[in-house]
């Protein structure tokens, strides 16, 4: 257990488990201290009555007293105060993910337009091992919603999209999650053999949430640690957690489980970066640098056109003249045009694209420290 200095010198306790209610340790807590909010709230299912399955047998379902709500008005009020003290806890740029069921997710959704986060997308995770709909009065219940939103409209939120796609098989990330519930040696029991917690997520879904949108060493909260779900995925990616849960049992069960995850290798926990986030590089340096020479010609892919480059970095071609950018776009007809995959230069009778020589300048950059001017 750690704790750290943050800028309001409060103490951040650091992959520690907090006892008590929710709210009241969010508002002791130093605000502008956490980078993600991860919360997996009461459902308030409203449940009457026991549900059995067709040979007599009782469904094991939520009817803890955590999960019961006099009314929809207490409910919400519930809601407004823990949403509240979650957006005084995160940074300036951080985010928050809810997730939730039809009994609720939609009254999570409105609290946090109403609270000023700003919502960035809602996911489907589909169950592909849901519990069947044993009474035949309604659909099979088969998917959750997670809402992602940041702090404010404008936060500048992680979103690591090449780790993601990464995870996709190199295609991009869609926002429906087929992903089956917690089920056999993950799924936590207590003495008797029973579920330790009814509604524990599965580790998958949280692997998916913290590498989309953290990185090694931000700090996660969890507001609703249950049995430690998003501290043991955190513990393992090098992110630092703060769980917070009143019940006694669950605290025990999440404490045993944490103690038993080995964090990752640090080398091990870097991920494929964004794009966006690597250094600009102006087309000019590269001719200023003489990697391409003014009067030089470049080819778009399939020789269709083709352009000079010009002493101040820019292209002229069929009296188009501007930059790599402007004059491909211009050619093609099109609105954009990413210059640096569009044109190419020919090298010993081969067509090399232009991008090349920008990730020679960026890995130059990188062993020496510096960056473009």
Not at 43 to 57: A, C, I, T, V
Not at 75 to 81: E, N, P, R, S
Not at 177 to 182: Q, R
Request: charged share 25%; net charge neutral.
């Amino acid at each position: 257990m750690t704790t750290r200095m943050t800028a309001a010198e409060g103490l951040l306790p650091l992959n520690q488990i907090l006892a008590g209610d929710c709210i009241e340790v969010m508002n002791s807590l130093p605000a502008g201290s956490v980078d993600l909010i991860f919360a997996d709230p009461p459902y308030n299912l409203q449940l009457k009555g026991e549900l059995h399955r067709p040979d007599n047998s009782k469904v094991d379902a939520v009817d803890d007293h955590w999960d019961q709500f006099a009314s929809f008005a207490t409910y919400d009020a519930f809601t407004k105060q823990w949403l509240a003290a979650a957006k005084r806890l995160l940074k300036p740029n951080g985010a928050i993910w809810v997730i939730g069921s039809y009994h609720n997710v939609f009254r999570l959704g409105a609290e946090l337009q109403n609270q000023g986060f700003w919502l960035l997308n809602d996911v489907v995770w589909r169950k592909s091992n849901p519990m069947p709909n044993f009474k035949g009065k309604r659909l099979t219940n088969a998917h959750e919603t997670l809402i992602w939103a940041s702090r404010d409209e404008a936060a500048k939120y992680t979103f690591n999209y090449e780790a993601l796609k990464a995870l996709n098989d190199g295609v991009q990330m869609r926002s429906d999650w087929v992903i089956p519930l917690c089920t056999g040696h993950e799924r936590l029991k207590d003495e008797n053999g029973d579920k330790a917690h009814p509604t524990q997520k599965p580790e998958a879904l949280l692997h998916r949430v913290i590498v989309a949108t953290t990185n090694p060493g931000d700090v996660v909260l969890d507001p609703f640690f249950g049995t430690g779900t998003t501290g043991a995925v955190a513990k393992m990616l090098g992110r630092d957690f703060i769980g917070i849960e009143r019940e006694a049992e669950y605290r025990n069960a999440a404490s045993e489980r944490i103690a038993r995850v080995r964090r990752f290798d640090a080398s091990a926990l870097e991920v494929s970066g964004s794009r966006r986030a690597e250094p600009r590089v102006p087309f000019g340096q590269v001719v200023e640098r003489g990697m391409l020479r003014p009067g030089e010609e470049l080819f778009s892919l399939g020789n269709r056109f083709k352009a000079k480059v010009r002493a101040d970095g820019t292209l002229i071609g069929n009296d188009v003249k501007g930059s790599i950018h402007q004059v491909g776009a211009a050619l093609e007809g099109a609105p954009s045009c990413n210059g640096w995959t569009y044109w190419h230069f020919k090298r010993d009778g081969k067509m090399v694209p232009i991008d090349i020589l920008r990730q020679q300048i960026r890995a130059e950059m990188e062993a020496d420290g510096t960056r473009p001017h």
